[in-house]
């Protein structure tokens, strides 16, 4: 009995072994699928992209509802884009953006017009500047553009404006990038790496740091101590710094 039991054990131990690396290899695949994911970010909410056609779609949720912003025409392959935007509150604006040369819309837009067919800017814009300067050479801030530049939170209500500068950035395809935010997993990867060389070689990070000064140093048993508490919090650390890079 005693002897089945052990098996048992050793067999539950060998499961765990092949389960567990199968479970977080699962973990990591839809991880980083979901990092490399491309869309652009609206009012610091990821939209997800999609393209059908010439329609490029950009679709994500934020705590005010869904959103969807639409482009239709292909990069480079026509004189003007539609920039659709559905929000939350039911706000719906549609806008034309005309390019100065169809085929090469990075050399600048001629002008964006309104669902009416009415001309809203003339100016300068240059795909992936920070600013938009109208035809006299100011550079243009409305009350959108400010709050996107003070990281305000979005509220939409009746009198909500959208930046001009998102339009001729959607229609430019200028926002276009990927969901995560390297600058996270990589401090989560050098904060695991660190961590896999203690839990390997205890001793290695303290001799590290005495062997110039110290003979034959030894660990107290209160860095022990800290060392084994290092070992659980550190990787919570390193989780928390991967969420982040997806949001």
């Given at each position: 009995?005693i002897?089945?039991k052990?098996k048992?054990?050793?067999?539950k131990?060998?499961s765990?072994?092949?389960?567990?690396?199968?479970?977080?290899l699962?973990v990591?695949?839809?991880?980083?699928?979901?990092f490399?994911t491309?869309?652009?970010y609206?009012e610091?909410?990821?939209?997800v992209k999609?393209v059908?056609a010439s329609?490029?779609?950009y679709?994500?949720k934020?705590?005010?509802?869904?959103?969807?912003?639409?482009?239709?025409g292909l990069?480079n392959?026509?004189?003007?884009?539609?920039v659709i935007?559905?929000?939350?509150?039911?706000?719906?604006?549609k806008?034309?953006v005309?390019?100065?040369?169809a085929e090469?819309w990075?050399?600048?837009?001629?002008?964006i017009?309104?669902?009416?067919?009415?001309?809203i800017?003339?100016g300068e814009?240059?795909?992936g500047?920070?600013?938009m300067?109208?035809k006299?050479?100011e550079?243009l801030?409305d009350?959108?553009?400010?709050?996107?530049?003070l990281g305000l939170?979005?509220?939409?209500?009746?009198d909500?404006?959208?930046?001009?500068?998102?339009?001729?950035?959607?229609?430019?395809?200028?926002?276009?990038?990927?969901?995560g935010?390297?600058?996270y997993?990589?401090?989560?990867?050098i904060?695991f790496?660190?961590?896999?060389i203690d839990?390997?070689?205890p001793?290695f990070?303290?001799?590290l740091e005495?062997?110039?000064?110290?003979?034959?140093?030894?660990?107290?048993?209160f860095?022990?101590?800290?060392?084994?508490?290092?070992w659980?919090?550190?990787?919570i650390?390193?989780i928390?710094?991967?969420?982040?890079?997806i949001?």
């Amino acid at each position: 009995m005693i002897v089945e039991k052990i098996k048992q054990m050793d067999s539950k131990a060998i499961s765990l072994k092949i389960l567990l690396p199968i479970i977080l290899l699962i973990v990591l695949i839809f991880y980083f699928k979901a990092f490399f994911t491309i869309g652009a970010y609206y009012e610091r909410t990821f939209l997800v992209k999609k393209v059908a056609a010439s329609d490029n779609h950009y679709i994500g949720k934020s705590k005010y509802g869904d959103i969807h912003i639409t482009v239709k025409g292909l990069e480079n392959k026509g004189s003007s884009a539609e920039v659709i935007y559905r929000l939350p509150n039911n706000i719906n604006k549609k806008y034309i953006v005309n390019f100065k040369n169809a085929e090469n819309w990075s050399s600048g837009i001629e002008n964006i017009e309104d669902e009416d067919g009415n001309i809203i800017f003339e100016g300068e814009y240059q795909k992936g500047s920070q600013f938009m300067f109208d035809k006299d050479g100011e550079p243009l801030m409305d009350y959108a553009d400010v709050r996107v530049s003070l990281g305000l939170e979005a509220i939409y209500s009746a009198d909500y404006k959208v930046s001009l500068k998102s339009v001729a950035d959607f229609a430019s395809f200028a926002n276009d990038t990927i969901r995560g935010e390297y600058k996270y997993l990589i401090l989560a990867i050098i904060l695991f790496f660190i961590i896999a060389i203690d839990i390997k070689y205890p001793l290695f990070f303290f001799e590290l740091e005495h062997c110039l000064d110290v003979r034959d140093p030894e660990p107290s048993d209160f860095y022990i101590t800290m060392q084994r508490i290092s070992w659980v919090v550190y990787p919570i650390i390193g989780i928390v710094l991967m969420a982040a890079a997806i949001y």
